[in-house]
């Protein structure tokens, strides 16, 4: 049967498998098959303690609601089983879902993966054509902009050689689009777009820009630390502009290296001179000396808490 307004829409799959693209498209279906006017509820649920209880609230609102999950709950089958909620799938994470999104295919050819949904929503051409045309600017956007962008972009954004991975199929190609353009258009589409989290995720125009530098300036995904060139395990390389620059940073690394094996040398040869000293008679102590003694002695003890300070710290 065709699904129909009010829209009862749950989205569920593990991280990672395309469901944010499902999510987006299932409100995008809504909004564009609800009557003009309509309100409907948008938004993620987190996992919780509460989740259960959270969802049998949202499952008893009347109207039209969307909301994604990345994990089951038993509510989900019961409510599903009888005729409450249409469940979708971006993974095999459950074996109930009405439509599982297969993220091979996906990442092959996504505007072809929006066709699927025809019978299950009743689309005409036209709306599909409108779909089309709203996720493909939505999917440029999703992997080029914002703090969950493509790993491969994050890699480029950080000044990593992609040669070798630019002609993989799941390779974004952010650097051939104009994001001003694809930015402005996408503001301009008659589906509404709503961002609740635009720290992280693009909201507006001129998002593409401010989230590129934040990248660019030693950020990966949500905003975590770069880590380095490495992708799967795999060495991406530098361009040759910052190689002369990890090469520098190594020296200078060598030299330290060098220069507190000098420091710990120089320990331990003070440290000799101090108990050879201590050795001798006092009868061949003089005053001269023992000044002398304890002027070593307090060096050494500062050399030797700064050496053990800085093994500690490192």
Known sequence: ????????????????????????????????????????????????????????????????????????????????????????????????????????????CSMCEIEKYQPIFGLTKEEINLLKEHMSLYAKIRQCCGMQMSKYEVLRLNGCDMTEFADKQDYPKCEQYDFADIERRFEASPIPYHEKNPDLLWAKAGDCARFNLEIASGKSFNGRKFEGCFITGKFAGKKAKHVQSEIKEANKTEEEIVNEQDVVQKGRKELYTSNSIKRKSRKEFTTEAISDISIKGGAFERLFDFWINDYIRF
């Open 1 to 108: 049967d065709i699904i129909r307004p009010p829209f009862r829409i749950v989205q569920i799959g593990e991280a990672r498998t395309g469901s944010t693209f499902q999510f987006q498209l299932l409100d995008a279906i809504a909004h564009l098959k609800s009557p003009t006017g309509s309100d409907v509820l948008s938004t993620h649920v987190p996992h919780n303690k509460n989740t259960p209880n959270l969802l049998k609230s949202i499952f008893q609102i009347k109207k039209s609601f969307v909301i994604k999950i990345h994990r089951e709950y038993n509510i989900l089958k019961e409510v599903q089983n009888q005729g409450k909620i249409s469940v979708f799938a971006s993974s095999d994470i459950v074996p109930y879902s009405i439509y599982t999104q297969d993220r091979d295919k996906l990442v092959t």
